[in-house]
């Protein structure tokens, strides 16, 4: 048998504010990695691998210790993964 579970946050002030920076630089992380990927397909006709998707990504969370640094790196990553093989797909690589 299935079972839902429906969990109700109620974040304190400083719990909720600390959650929208973790979603904001997320998002960041986000659309640079997209931004790459997109770039090197316009360029070369070749995607990017899961591999040097997760390289850049991994750099970013070094170089910046203080906010992307507080962000899971693999959590940051899942996305990446979840693009390699469509975009394999689309670009026939």
Do not use: C
């Amino acid at each position: 048998m299935m079972r839902n579970y429906k969990y109700l946050l109620r974040p304190s002030k400083k719990q909720d504010q600390m959650l929208d920076f973790l979603l904001w630089q997320e998002r960041i992380i986000y659309n640079a990695a997209l931004e790459k990927r997109i770039r090197m397909y316009q360029e070369t006709g070749k995607s990017l691998n899961y591999m040097s998707q997760w390289v850049f990504i991994r750099d970013l969370h070094r170089q910046h210790p203080d906010t992307f640094g507080l962000l899971n790196v693999n959590v940051s990553t899942d996305y990446s993964a979840a693009w390699t093989k469509p975009m394999q797909d689309f670009s026939g690589v």
